[in-house]
Structure formats: structure tokens, C-alpha cells
């Protein structure tokens, strides 16, 4: 009778508020958050090396959430309005699918999307680099046409405002800087990276990271349809896709968020200004469907 009571005593101790510091507390989230017959959902987080940043996403938009001072060894914080949940891309409204069934879209051809539209964006997978200071995305497009719906991918990186970066947030709540946004060309993944690495891809990017030691390109494989493919024959590919390192856009005076490219959703409340800065054309290294970095 004792021992049962120590334990029931120690079992309620584990769920006390006041000792939630020496704990881990998480939030279980449901495997998917959308789903229809052409399209699923899943919800996908990452954090930040050191837990200065959180990010997840869901069917509304990518998250980011950031713990501050002293507390970011904890992931918790005192400073609930300076480190409430923002968006970094309102996928309702993005609209970065548009170019993804454009006639001129880069190789190989989208002849099966051009003329489609551009229905549901969603995040199929992310990872932070080493350093916490960059984090990569896959977003996804589905793109409705007359005769079925299409799956576009594209990698895309965010680099966070400066701000964000510090150990310490400034006096003012509003960031001086913007995060910068660099995205990639749309393509369809190899059969064997959708099917095995994608499925698990918290657990795959534990022993293999889509970032290079120099945190500045990502290697991905690619499928390669027969009509873009040499003398109509279809393969997969292994691509390098360079994503040059962009901090300290300044935010631009009076607000002006239409000035130098910067964009925002019609809620500032919730989302972060970014700024689109280009990325060059992926290289195209081999033919294959799987690769990885090695080690520095």
C-alpha cells in the first residue's frame, strides 16, 4: 500500500506546473489535418538547433514561433506576445503555385499541369541546417486540370529575420529586418524518395541532411519524364540546387511593404514580411533516385 501510494504521489508530481521546466512538454498532433481523395495534409514540424525557433504547418499556413533570453534552453518563455506564433507563408494566399502551370515552365516540361489551377498548397516536409539559421521547405502544389489533379514540389528556403537570430530580442517588438524567402524550380520527386524517404522524413533527415556542410545548396533527386528526357527515355536525376545565404533586407520606412519586393499577407498581425530573392538554376550532377551529403 505504500509503495502504491509513492507512486501515485510521484506519477501526479510528473504533471505539476511548477516543475514543467525539468520537463518536456509536447503537443500530440493529429497525422494529417486535411484530406481528400487527390491531396493529404500532414502536419510537419521542425525545430531549430538550440530551440531558439520552432516551426510546424498545417493546411492554413507555415509557423514559426521563437523562445527568447535565458528561457531558450527551456523552449519556454515569459514574453507571450513577442514570441506568439507567426506566419511565415499564409499557404491560402501565397499564390506560389502560379508559375508551376505556366507553358514555360523550367525542364523537364509540366505539360500535364499547364492550364491548370493551382488549388491547395501544403508543406510536405522541412529541416532546419546545422547552425539553426536556415530552414529548408518542400512545398507542394496540387494543380486541378480537366482530366485529374497534378502534384507539384518545390524546395524552398527561409533565412529569418535577424531579429529572430539573437539570443536577445531588441527594445522594439516590430523587427527591423524581413526574413528572405529563396525558392527552387518545381519538379516531381524520384519514386524512391517519395515513397521512402518522404514517408519519414523526421527520422531520415536524423542520419541524412538535404543540406550541404556549407549550408548554401541541397541535392535532391528528381524524376525525369520521357518527352523531356534524352530520346524519349525516362530517369531520375540528381539536382543541386545553390540557395545563396540572404540576411539584413531592411525593412523599408514608413512600411512600405510593396518597396524592394517585400511581401505580406493582409494580416500583419500574424505574418512575417519576407522577401523573394532569386536562386539560380539547379545543376543537374547525374542520373540516380537517392543521394546525401557527406560529412564535412
Known amino acids: 500500500a505504500v509503495a502504491a501510494a509513492v507512486a501515485a504521489r510521484d506519477a501526479r508530481r510528473a504533471f505539476d506546473a511548477s516543475r514543467l521546466r525539468s520537463r518536456v512538454a509536447c503537443e500530440l498532433a ?14 510537419v514540424a521542425s525545430v531549430a538547433p538550440g ?19 535565458a528561457d531558450r534552453k527551456f523552449g519556454v518563455t515569459h514574453s507571450a506576445e513577442k514570441t506568439k506564433p507567426m506566419a511565415v507563408i499564409d499557404l491560402q494566399t501565397c499564390g506560389f503555385g502560379a508559375d508551376a502551370v505556366s507553358s ?3 525542364p523537364p516540361a509540366h505539360a500535364d499541369a ?9 508543406v510536405a516536409a522541412m529541416q532546419w541546417s546545422a547552425s539553426g539559421q536556415r530552414l529548408l521547405v518542400l512545398l507542394v502544389v496540387h494543380i486541378a486540370t480537366a482530366a485529374h489533379v497534378v502534384a507539384k514540389y518545390r524546395w524552398l528556403v527561409w533565412d529569418p529575420p535577424r531579429e529572430w537570430l539573437e539570443e536577445e530580442p531588441g527594445v522594439d517588438e516590430d523587427s527591423d529586418t524581413v526574413g528572405v524567402i529563396t525558392m527552387g524550380r518545381w519538379h516531381v520527386p524520384s519514386a524512391s524518395f517519395t515513397n521512402d524517404c518522404l514517408s519519414i522524413f523526421e527520422q531520415y533527415t536524423q542520419t541524412n541532411s538535404m543540406w550541404n556542410p556549407n549550408e548554401n545548396a541541397v541535392a535532391y533527386p528528381v524524376r525525369r519524364d520521357a518527352a523531356a528526357g534524352e530520346d524519349g527515355v525516362a530517369a531520375d536525376e540528381i539536382e543541386i ?13 514608413h512600411d512600405d511593404l510593396n518597396a524592394i519586393g517585400i511581401r505580406q499577407t493582409l494580416d500583419p498581425s500574424r505574418c ?16 540516380g533516385s537517392f543521394c546525401a551529403w557527406s560529412p564535412r
Open 30 to 43: 493529429p497525422p494529417t489535418t486535411y484530406q481528400e481523395l487527390h491531396a493529404v495534409v500532414p502536419v
Open 51 to 69: 530551440g531558439g525557433i520552432v516551426c510546424w504547418s498545417d493546411d492554413v499556413a507555415l509557423w514559426a514561433r521563437r523562445a527568447t533570453g
Open 104 to 106: 514555360d515552365a523550367s
Open 114 to 122: 499547364v492550364g491548370g489551377n493551382p488549388v491547395l498548397h501544403h
Open 241 to 253: 540546387q545553390h540557395f545563396p545565404q540572404t540576411h539584413l533586407w531592411r525593412r523599408p520606412s
Open 272 to 287: 512575417l514580411p519576407f522577401a523573394l530573392a532569386p536562386a539560380p538554376k539547379p545543376i543537374v550532377v547525374c542520373e
